[in-house]
């Protein structure tokens, strides 16, 4: 069932979600060759914690780390290691879930490590698009399938590879709540109410839609082993224009 957010509850994830933004903040500044994935994640750990609020990822199914940190052919879910060093030409998704008075804000950015690529710009430019391209299909009234398609159209323009597996989802109380929601159409005709909160989050790929998951348990990796780029934002669907909760909020 998919819940209604209250004033209250929306509040709470508005807040958490300006500290997934602090910590994307720092994240832009930081993110440079030389640095390994693991003191990314003590970053973003420190800032989560001194405003006073929860890693949602660390300890969720067992995930060892407070954000995942994938680079290049790895789409999502991966684990922060001190041995892992970012390069020149690099691209790093990076994912921060953070917990404030019981509710979840939910983000993931792609950077660029250095100068990279044009296929590597243009695929992140691509994937970004296509989030924006869902968020504003987010309108009471419209079906879940309108931002699902909205992204695929997107990726369909520009020839990109569709992760098929993983998408986005309904999040407040907990970071992964009902519905779930597909980067392509697949016909769901779940009206949009004033109240969702969604996190919609295009991964699209260099090259094909297929993807691995790694000996770790957690790392996927597209199987041609081209680069793949992720977009999150966590969004609250209104009557008028939708709402971004993982944004810097003024003052
Ligand atoms: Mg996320
Ligand atoms: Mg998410």
Known sequence: M?????KDEIKRMRHAGHI??????????VVEPG?????????????????????????????????????????????????????????IAIDVGATYGGMVG?????????????????????????????ISKMRAGN????????IEDVANREKMGIVRNYGGHGVGHEMHEDPFLFNFRVGNQTKLKSGYVIAIEPMLNLGCDDVVVLD????????????????????????????????????
């Open 2 to 6: 998919i819940k209604r957010k209250s």
């Open 20 to 29: 997934v933004a602090l910590v994307h903040q720092e994240m832009r500044k």
């Open 35 to 91: 640095i390994s994935t693991k003191e990314l994640d003590d970053i973003a750990m420190r800032i989560i914690k001194e405003n006073k609020a929860i890693p949602t990822f660390l300890g969720y199914s067992g995930f060892p780390a407070s954000i995942c940190t994938s680079i290049n052919e790895k789409i999502v879910h991966g684990i922060p290691s001190k041995d892992e060093i970012l390069k020149e030409g690099d691209i």
């Open 106 to 134: 939910d983000s993931a950015w792609s950077y660029a490590v250095g100068k990279i690529s044009e296929d590597k710009q243009r695929l992140m430019k691509v994937t970004e698009e296509a989030l924006f391209a869902g």
């Open 143 to 150: 079906v879940l399938d309108d931002i699902s398609g909205a």
């Open 216 to 251: 770790d348990k957690w790392s996927v990796v597209t199987k041609d082993g081209k680069a793949s780029a992720h977009f999150e934002h966590t969004v609250l669907c209104t009557d008028d224009e939708p709402i971004l909760m993982t944004t810097l909020m003024e003052g």
